[in-house]
């Protein structure tokens, strides 16, 4: 770690200088502006005009690639804050398979658009603005999409009804596209305080933690296709038990609902006190969990496999709750409240 005296140059003003190497890495001269950011835990953040300016660009060689891996490279290119995004191929023109992967990618982003094309090449430019977006703000969508999906396809399957299912099925790729977002703001911020500001966080541990409970909210919407899957798969679009039986699934379903709601609270508003409640309202779905499948009546082994899948999918569920939970009590504890003084 280097350091730099502070010198007095007048009676209200102190300075410091900013070292030659970082000047020089950042193109900063003598008369040059640079903006000063303030963090909530007393840190001082200088940021050269270049901070402020349009994320790179990026080009994706496709000759060597195939249309999944083209696909999964605007994908990543994406999340890693690129504005344009090029794909190109030297040797001749772009096959048809490459041109569909960039426009299956394009449905896939949010703000994501194709602007150039050639034979040779296509180029797609992100339009979303950082600042139009909050963290907590995606992360409240994310679960709610997710809670969505869960409860239409719960309802699917007590109604023997293939088309909520299917409304469902539909709503995941809009979830994945509000993650694949999270992501690109997170990476971009990871990189550019000025960024973290604009989407509302101060510094890196809110940004791991985010990233963390993104990666559960979209495995909650991943355990809601897989029940809306069993939907579509079984005879009768619904499983062969008793109404009494679905009536308790759709009571646990409602209470997976209240723990994962609960900790996306308890994150984004510093929550030790709801991270609590989340993580004991989990030993009661598993108790709930466990009643269920123990007072199941005989039936045979297809019908029991499925009302099992659809019981671990909503304890699973429930499980990446817990680690939401368990990540908003680190991220409250890391701040001064009530239960804690930090000095």
């Known amino acids: 770690m280097k350091t730099r005296k502070v010198q007095r140059l007048g009676p209200s003003t102190l300075a410091m200088t900013l070292p030659a190497e ?3 890495a950042q193109d900063v001269e003598k008369g040059d502006e640079v903006s000063l950011r303030m963090g909530s835990n007393g840190t001082l953040t200088v940021l050269p005009e270049s901070a402020h300016a349009e994320e790179t660009e990026a080009v994706v060689h496709s000759d060597e690639l195939d249309a999944n891996a083209v696909e999964r490279a605007i994908v990543a290119q994406y999340a890693l804050g690129r504005r344009v995004i090029h794909v190109e191929r030297e040797d001749g023109a772009l096959d048809s398979d490459i041109i569909n992967a960039v426009y299956r990618a394009e449905t896939q982003l949010m703000g994501l658009g194709v602007i150039e094309e050639t034979p040779e090449s296509i180029a797609i430019r992100c339009s979303v603005d950082p600042a139009d977006f909050t963290l907590d703000n995606l992360l409240t969508r994310l679960e709610r999409t997710g809670r969505t999906m869960r409860g239409e396809a ?44 604009a989407v509302g966080l101060d510094g890196g541990v809110s940004l791991i933690g985010y990233r963390s409970i993104a990666k559960n909210l979209e495995l909650t919407a991943d355990n809601a296709e897989d029940i809306a899957d069993i939907v579509m798969e079984t005879d009768g679009h619904t499983l062969d038990v008793e109404n009494a039986v679905m009536a308790d699934v759709r009571a646990l379903n409602d209470e997976v609902d209240e723990i994962t709601t609960l900790a996306v ?36 082994n297809e019908d029991l496999l499925q009302i099992r899948e659809v ?3 909503l304890e699973q569920t429930a499980q990446y709750a817990v680690r939401n939970a368990e990540i908003a009590a680190n991220l409250s504890l890391n701040e001064e409240s009530a239960h804690t003084t930090i000095s």
Do not use: C
């Open 22 to 24: 970082w000047a020089s």
């Open 154 to 197: 719960i309802k699917a399957l007590a109604h023997g009804n293939p088309d909520l299912a299917e409304r469902a099925l539909n709503r995941e790729r809009q979830a994945n596209k509000i993650f694949v977002l999270i992501l690109r703001l997170i990476f971009s911020a990871h990189g550019n305080p000025a960024v973290a500001q």
């Open 265 to 300: 609270e308890a994150a984004v508003n510093r929550e030790y006190d709801l991270a609590i409640d989340a993580r004991t309202s989990f030993g009661e779905i598993s108790a709930h969990e466990r009643e269920i499948l123990t007072s199941l009546p005989e039936m045979p």
């Open 311 to 313: 019981l671990v999918s």
